[in-house]
């Protein structure tokens, strides 16, 4: 992939996660919907960007031969997964979000980020770590599969509550 | 006389097509997943769309009938219009899903497949309405409301299967979006049910409306009447 690509790609992406972050957050004040806009990319690309020099590093010790450009394209490509089922989330998001309020609205729009992260970061990781090795290379992926989610769940409560508080 | 039975039986006319798509449907034949999946026609798309409508209106004609009156009607409207009406709003959703997985399906045959699961969703609640109407008679209005569930949940069942069956030979991630599929669809479609009740009445309520005002969801009333059944005493709260 050329690195124009890689840019369109990944600005596809970002748009993607901004319309949903957008119609996740439709039916509240217009601010409420611009921090849903800013919300999802920066959760989704942000969450992407932190996990991919531990990633590098795991498949480095482990043996996996993954250069840095390598993890940057595995980044995109879990990007770009995750911008694809947020786009055909928007239709949806925006259903529940004008009709559906309190907790059980903030609960829906925390699982949902939660489930888009979890398809993101084993997109990310499956095919660049080795999880069925015998050896360091299994625990390293292991580590950096539960790395992975530590940070996934710290964005969502620093970065998500603009989105998932957008449906309160 | 033999002879004469035999002509008859050759001389038979072959089987009307919506009649062959009906038992296709319900067997859940391979040929008919593969007519889904392989560039499906026009008509057959349209056929499994009055099948979905008929099978829902016919299930929900019945559970209206446990109050009569207008409710048959507005029952027999709502639940095709819950149907495709979720289908609809699940769409995009589906077609990312099976783009994300790495589906080798069109966008026509992902829309196919998800029509031939509501459609055989949709022939399987007409299949249960008699017993609903059986249970009517012997059920209070709680414990009818798990019944229909419970019947939404088999025609359910029966809906994944074929949509999973027709998912998996499409790549090796069909499953996972199988999983996604049902996901969404349930949760859309709890939501959208949700929008449109009352679906089921009190047979004591003296005046239904088409839709009520849109206030809690269904999960918090589902645990409501789960309630209602365990302790009877709570069971005059209506959802």
């Given at each position: 992939m050329t690195s124009r690509g890689f840019v369109h790609s990944v600005s596809l992406s970002i748009l993607r996660l901004a319309a949903f972050g957008a119609a996740a957050s439709l039916g509240r004040p217009l601010g409420s919907v611009l921090r849903g806009?800013?919300?999802?990319?920066?959760?989704?690309?942000?969450?992407?960007?932190?996990?991919?020099?531990t990633l590098y590093l795991a498949s480095a010790l482990g043996g996996i031969a993954a250069s840095p450009s390598a993890t940057a394209l595995r980044a995109e490509s879990a990007l770009s997964t995750v911008g694809t089922l947020a786009w055909g989330l928007v239709v949806p998001a925006a259903f529940f979000s004008v009709t559906l309020h309190g907790a059980t609205a903030v609960a829906l729009a925390a699982v949902v980020s939660a489930l888009l992260g979890v398809?993101?970061?084993?997109?990310?990781?499956?095919?660049?770590?080795?999880?069925?090795?015998?050896?360091?290379?299994?625990?390293?992926?292991?580590?950096?599969?539960?790395?992975?989610?530590?940070?996934?769940?710290?964005?969502?409560?620093?970065?998500?509550?603009?989105?998932?508080?957008?449906?309160? | 006389m033999t002879a004469t039975s035999?002509?008859?039986?050759?001389?038979?006319?072959?089987?009307?097509?919506?009649?062959?798509?009906?038992?296709?449907?319900?067997?859940?034949?391979?040929?008919?997943?593969?007519?889904?999946?392989?560039a499906p026609p026009r008509a057959l798309v349209r056929t499994l769309v009055v099948v979905a409508t008929l099978g829902c209106a016919s299930f929900g004609a019945v559970v209206g009938s446990s109050r009569g009156g207008a409710q048959i009607v507005f029952a027999a409207v709502k639940l095709p219009l819950l149907a495709l009406g979720t289908l609809a709003l699940s769409m995009p959703a589906f077609l990312a899903i099976a783009k994300a997985s790495e589906l080798?399906?069109?966008?026509?045959?992902?829309?196919?497949?998800?029509?031939?699961?509501?459609?055989?969703?949709?022939?399987?609640?007409?299949?249960?309405?008699?017993?609903?109407?059986?249970?009517?008679?012997?059920?209070?209005?709680?414990?009818?409301?798990?019944?229909?569930?419970?019947?939404?949940?088999?025609?359910?069942?029966?809906?994944?299967?074929?949509?999973?069956?027709?998912?998996?030979?499409?790549g090796r991630w069909g499953r996972v979006a199988g999983v996604g599929f049902v996901l969404v669809f349930g949760?859309?479609?709890?939501h959208v049910s949700w929008m449109l009740r009352p679906f089921l009445v009190h047979p004591t309520t003296s005046s239904v409306p088409f839709v009520r005002p849109v206030e809690g969801d269904l999960?918090?009333?589902?645990?409501?009447?789960?309630?209602?059944?365990?302790?009877?005493?709570?069971?005059?709260e209506r959802p």
């Open positions: 806009a800013v919300s999802a990319p920066l959760l989704f690309a942000g969450g992407a960007a932190l996990a991919a020099p398809v993101g970061v084993l997109r990310f990781g499956w095919d660049a770590l080795d999880f069925r090795a015998q050896d360091k290379a299994q625990l390293l992926a292991l580590a950096w599969l539960v790395t992975a989610f530590g940070l996934g769940a710290r964005m969502l409560w620093v970065v998500g509550r603009g989105l998932v508080g957008g449906a309160s | 035999v002509d008859v039986g050759s001389a038979a006319p072959p089987p009307h097509p919506v009649s062959t798509l009906v038992d296709a449907l319900v067997r859940d034949g391979g040929a008919f997943r593969a007519a889904l999946l392989d080798a399906l069109s966008r026509q045959a992902v829309v196919a497949v998800s029509l031939g699961a509501a459609a055989r969703f949709a022939l399987v609640l007409a299949g249960l309405a008699p017993v609903v109407w059986l249970a009517e008679g012997a059920f209070g209005y709680h414990a009818m409301v798990l019944c229909v569930t419970a019947c939404c949940g088999v025609a359910g069942i029966a809906g994944a299967s074929l949509l999973f069956r027709s998912l998996t030979v499409a949760v859309v479609g709890a999960f918090r009333a589902v645990a409501r009447s789960l309630g209602s059944v365990v302790s009877p005493r709570r069971g005059d």
